[in-house]
């Protein structure tokens, strides 16, 4: 039997209304699983961060939060989640440590409304998280519920032992053995010759 899918939810915008919902079941169809959602504490303005004004940010992530899970719930998709950090990298990355997803999906405005921390956002994501990353941008018009603007994907970045590929400015595995082999019999004449002078 395969292990469910893992999916952690970084939700700088809810993850709510009926397009975005359908996105994300259709990837969930046929397949079990369990489903993070993290709602960064993110300040509305990158004056209000500087100040680190964290009570209102961590009061309209937890309302996030709460909007997000009940969707998914009323979806049929059960999911747990807490308000993070407010660099929603750092949050993901946090909340990744303790809950090992197979894809970070994010959910933010689209980049005509992008807020100043969703700015880039992908691309962050892309270089510093390891799983597969996913994003749907969100456009907001008043009055109707969000639209699904796009969707964005990024593969798993390699294992840490695929990551480092060889370069001919880095010395290569056998030339770094025949060194410390080289450097171990010199430390051990070097001795010899100390422990034949002091018994002279």
Do not use: Y
Not at 24 to 53: Q, S
Not at 97 to 113: G, K, M, N, P, T
């Amino acid at each position: 039997m395969r292990p469910p899918a893992r999916i952690l939810v970084l939700a700088t915008d809810e993850l709510t209304g009926p397009e975005l919902i359908e996105e994300f079941c259709d990837r969930l169809r046929n397949v079990e699983a369990e489903v993070m959602v993290i709602a960064p504490a993110v300040e509305k303005t990158h004056f209000h961060h500087a100040l680190g004004d964290v009570d209102t940010a961590a009061m309209e992530a937890g309302r996030r939060l709460e909007t997000s899970l009940d969707e998914l719930r009323r979806a049929g998709i059960p999911a747990l989640g807490e308000v993070g950090d407010s660099d929603p990298i750092v949050a993901a990355e946090d909340a990744l440590r303790v809950f090992a997803a197979d894809e970070v999906l994010i959910v933010a405005h689209a980049d005509d409304q992008a807020r100043w921390f969703e700015d880039g956002l992908f691309e962050r994501a892309k270089q510093e998280l390891r799983p597969a990353v996913r994003m749907l941008s969100v456009w907001h018009e008043e009055g109707e519920p969000p639209h699904l603007a796009g969707v964005e994907e990024a593969g798993p970045k390699a294992t840490p032992d695929r990551e480092l590929e060889h370069s001919s400015n880095l010395p290569s595995a056998t030339r770094n053995i025949l060194i410390a082999i080289v450097a171990t019999v010199v430390a051990i004449l070097l001795l010899a010759t100390v422990l034949i002078s002091l018994l002279r």
